[in-house]
């Protein structure tokens, strides 16, 4: 079952968190573990995940730096304390929220 | 479509040169890995390029834009605030008071250190257009800036406000302007770091290390910043509390060292006569011959005085002490404040006030060069002429200067005892 994009894009910025938070990723290694995580429920189109990791850094969640890995030169992404901070934040709204529908979708 | 029109599609919406090279290099990177992650699957490599092209979405445009809008200047408040904290301090008083400010280091270095922590540290976070000016304006101010905060810091632990401890301490000053090289120097080139590494953030180029390095030197400066609000406010309570006027028998002997004028009444000559007495016959017995060799010649300069609704005395001491053709200078810079007790202050009021000894004693040292002092000379001080203020608007202000030079030069061929 494919996911509409419209459910993902309110919670791209919390799912890119939750993965940079397990470890500092390069942009495709982040799409690819999204992936992983979600089995394949998630198939962002992968440019559109650069606009929400420079809001991220830009807002101070995150930080950059580049490394050179495997013989190439990835910029990787690091979460600050605010990004954590941000990270529980949306974390506990989401499970408020969808603890919400759950409620209202069982209901019989 | 092709991985470079891809990124060439994404990079139109993009109005930064310096942002275009950045996601340039970012998505050709994503492209090439992915494009390498379907050959290792047996993908051909064309079709591995079209399929990476096609995995990253069909509006490169839409990207383009959003990363504009995401990295196009913006007005930086949270800048202006921390210039606005910084300088409007000292622009009131400069204005209001007409204090000489640039003299002025206790008001200014916690609020200039303040004030460029905070550039420093809004400057590495946001991306704004104004980020160059205060990166340099810092960078070029570093060293004067810790001056001032080293002589802050000198100021409050020997004892111009906690006269008490002055003693103890009295010997870093001797230290100060080593001190001040030091310190200047060593920030500088913190300050010269945090901007090289600043601006490798901004390109794109930083490494993980240098990530590391900015965020202790981001430690640094938010905690100096914080040390300065505590040095403030501890200056602050303490100047409310001290009062180094007037001369006064209880006062100790360290105290005598500071301080004689007394601007609360005009002093009769014989007033003057007995307290210059009285110092010459009692002086302080607290400093060491180290002290007294730099006191060997000791004159002192009254920049302003004021009176009325605030007072200031600011004057500089100066030292020259000369050892057998060998001459060196030192001048500092004391801060006192008078206490005003003076209410008949009144806008064309004429107020004519002598001062009373601006130092207890002044003295030669005759020197061996290899042995230490030998002998110290004392020589009484000399009153001048009175001194006419003229009040204006609510208080008195006046521009005076006082000069006390030694009665007799210094004997140039001295005797070892």
């Not at chain 2, 991985?3 to 599609?9: A, G």
């Not at chain 2, 445009?61 to 949270?78: S, Y």
């Not at chain 2, 910084?86 to 004030?115: C, K, M, N, R």
Request: proline share 4%.
């Amino acid at each position: 079952m494919k996911v509409s994009k419209e459910l993902l894009k309110g919670t791209a910025a919390t799912l890119v968190l939750s993965v940079l938070a397990g470890g500092d990723l390069y942009g495709y290694g982040i799409v690819k573990t999204l992936q992983a995580r979600s089995e394949n429920v998630f198939s962002m189109n992968e440019g559109t995940l650069y606009p929400i990791l420079h809001a991220l850094e830009e807002q101070g969640c995150l930080e950059s730096y580049w490394e050179e890995a495997e013989g190439r030169k990835r910029k990787y992404y690091h979460v600050t304390k605010k990004g954590l901070k941000m990270l529980r934040e949306n974390k506990e709204e989401w499970e408020y929220f969808s603890a919400g529908v759950g409620r209202v979708l069982n209901y019989v | 479509m092709s991985e470079d029109n891809y990124t060439r599609q994404v990079l139109e919406g993009i109005e930064s040169k310096r942002v275009k090279r950045l996601i340039e290099a970012e998505l050709e990177n994503h492209l090439a890995e992915a494009s390498a992650a379907l050959t290792d699957l047996g993908c051909p490599p064309e079709d591995a390029a079209n399929r990476a092209n096609a995995a990253m979405g069909e509006n490169p445009e839409a990207v383009g834009a959003q990363l504009n809008a995401i990295h196009r200047g913006r007005t930086a408040l949270r800048l202006l605030l921390a210039f606005a904290a910084g300088t409007l301090p000292v622009l009131s008083l400069a204005l209001l008071d007409g204090i000489a400010t640039s003299q002025d280091h206790i008001l200014f270095a916690p609020g200039f250190l303040l004030e460029f922590s905070l550039l420093l540290y809004v400057s590495a976070r946001k991306r704004t257009r104004v980020y160059l000016f205060p990166a340099l304006f810092p960078a070029a101010g570093a060293v004067w800036l810790c001056t001032l905060i080293y002589t802050e810091a000198a100021r409050l632990f020997t004892g111009e406000l906690l006269y008490y401890v002055e003693a103890a301490f009295a010997d870093t000053y001797v230290s100060s302007t080593a001190g001040m090289a030091v310190c200047g120097v060593v920030l500088a080139a913190v300050w010269c770091a945090s901007f090289l590494l600043i601006t490798a953030l901004r390109c794109g180029q930083i490494t993980k290390r240098g990530l590391v390095c900015l965020r202790v030197l981001r430690g640094i400066f938010l905690g100096a910043a914080a040390a300065a609000l505590c040095l403030l406010a501890v200056t602050a309570v303490l100047r409310s509390q001290c009062s180094f006027l007037p001369i006064s028998a209880e006062k100790s002997s360290i105290f005598r060292r500071w301080y004689l004028i007394n601007a609360e009444r005009e002093l009769t000559d014989d007033e003057i006569r007995a307290l210059v007495d009285e110092l010459n016959a009692a002086p302080p017995e607290d400093v060491n011959t180290e002290t007294k060799l730099r006191y060997a010649d000791t004159w002192m300069t009254v920049l302003k005085i004021e009176t009325g609704a605030g007072t200031l005395e600011k004057s500089r001491e100066y030292v020259r002490i000369e050892n057998n053709g060998c001459a060196a200078n030192e001048s500092r810079d004391h801060n006192a404040r008078l206490r005003n007790e003076r209410g008949d202050l009144v806008s064309g009021t004429e107020v004519t006030f002598r001062y009373a000894a601006l130092y207890p004693f002044l003295c030669a040292a005759e020197c061996d060069p290899e042995n230490g002092i030998a002998a110290v000379t004392r020589y009484p001080v000399q009153t001048e002429e009175p001194i006419r203020l003229q009040a204006h608007g609510d208080g008195l202000r006046a521009q005076i200067t006082i000069r006390i030079d030694r009665p007799q030069p210094p004997p140039k061929d001295f005797s070892l005892y």
